[in-house]
């Protein structure tokens, strides 16, 4: 049994990845306890997890986003931000969070969103007088805003390891992120006071109606989302398809469609779902290990031997999750954790739509916390600055966001109130 964290530590320091890590050391785990037998059940344990409805939303949803970031969408999306906050004081910081906002209704990922913002708004920022050190931090917490404000990649996984309304989670989602992007915005328009931060020139800001024009295609994609959502028309699943014409519409505006294009979407689609899938599946395999061996009913004891009921356990949990993603990929540590501290959470009370918003902007949170942030490494590779002085940078937009989690955690209100609004369950 003691060969068991030895090969889990070899693995890990070879590279090896996550997915096959986790079940190669949990098919070693059964077989060292004689556990073998269970192991002919393991199949059907791996297709019932990744057999979810809701899961069928995801890769459509990524070739969503796919389609529109080669389209060209982003320097659209900027114009119309520039025009409408462009002439305030650190108008430039204002413009990235706005622009992430419409960018979060395309892509539904931050990574994605700092890859695709970093390259455009850090060069810019620096030559207009900005520090590129708070440009490049303001890009990557802005990136944040991406997989709370709907399409999100993380809330289905939620919804499909849960069972929680996907729709319910898409919509109670956008009045956190609109919270989290005017709180960005509060911290860049106090340091913009402070800095003497330039506002956009009268050359600098475009027209207002020529550019939501030339964005309307783009602003056109959370808007159909949402609304199929909203009056019932459609069902996250078929939302997505509809999702992917729009897309094809909008690609097709910018003049950025082809026959290439596509088959590249796709194929990023392919990899980007196959890497998500094949975590679900190595964790469906350590759940089942787990529940064999009462993991499960050993770590519930452990929280009850604390006290911790409602707002404290609520509490209890934003602790680990923001470890949890300082250290992990957020698709691993939500499909790691959620089977674990998820169900006692909503026997306790706990509306399974609030702790989705909760737990999901508290992994977000890790995108952009060293040691590991991964939205701060990618701007650091794709600006070349040096990623501790970025992490330094970041910390005043990190406390910001632990404040606004805090108030999704005492007041469910913020979370709860839109989905009830349109009929939704929120127990």
């Not at 395309?106 to 620096?126: C, N, Q």
């Amino acid at each position: 049994m003691y060969l068991i964290p030895i090969a889990f530590i070899v693995l890990l320091i070879s590279g090896t990845a996550f997915a096959y890590l986790m079940g190669a050391v949990s098919v070693l785990t059964f077989v060292a306890l004689d556990k073998t037998p269970f192991l002919s059940i393991l199949p059907q344990r791996i297709f019932s997890q990744l057999d979810v409805f809701a899961f069928m939303a995801m890769p459509l949803f990524i070739l969503t986003a796919e389609i529109m970031s080669r389209a060209g969408v982003t320097r659209s999306l900027i114009d119309f931000a520039m025009s409408i906050v462009g002439r305030l004081r650190g108008g430039l910081g204002h413009v990235n969070i706005l622009t992430s906002v419409f960018f979060a209704g395309i892509s539904g990922s931050a990574v994605a969103d700092s890859a695709a913002l970093s390259r455009t708004f850090v060069p810019e920022m620096k030559a207009r007088g900005y520090d590129p050190y708070y440009a490049g931090a303001i890009t990557a917490a802005s990136s944040m805003i991406g997989p709370i404000i709907p399409p999100s990649i993380i809330m289905i996984i939620y919804g499909g390891l849960t069972g929680a309304s996907v729709a319910a989670l898409f919509i109670a989602g956008v009045l956190p992120g609109l919270l989290l992007a005017a709180s960005l915005m509060a911290l860049n328009g106090v340091v913009a006071a402070i800095k003497g931060l330039p506002g956009g020139t009268a050359n600098d800001v475009p027209r207002f109606l020529p550019s939501l024009l030339n964005a309307a295609p783009a602003l056109c994609l959370p808007v159909v989302i949402l609304g199929s959502l909203v009056f019932g028309l459609a069902t996250p699943t078929e939302g997505s398809a509809i999702a992917v014409m729009v897309a094809l519409a909008a690609g097709q505006f910018y003049k950025g469609l082809s026959l290439r294009m596509i088959l590249e979407a796709v194929e990023a689609t392919a990899r980007m779902t196959g890497t998500i899938f094949i975590i679900l599946a190595a964790i469906s395999v350590l759940g089942y290990l787990a529940g064999q061996l009462g993991w499960s009913s050993a770590l519930a004891d452990w929280v009850e031997s604390f006290g911790l009921t409602g707002t404290n356990y609520l509490l209890f949990l934003v602790f680990i999750f923001l470890i949890a993603g300082m250290f992990m990929d957020t698709p691993v540590a939500l499909t790691l954790l959620i089977p674990l501290f998820a169900p006692q959470a909503m026997e306790q009370g706990i509306s399974s739509i609030q702790l989705g918003i909760v737990l999901c902007f508290n992994l977000c949170v890790g995108l952009i916390t060293p040691p590991l942030g991964k939205c701060l490494v990618v701007v650091s590779a794709l600006t070349k600055l040096n990623y501790w002085r970025l992490a330094f940078a970041a910390l005043p937009f990190i406390a910001v966001q632990v404040l606004v989690l805090l108030s999704l955690v005492f007041w469910p209100a913020i979370t709860l109130t839109l989905p009830s609004l349109f009929g939704f369950s929120v127990n």
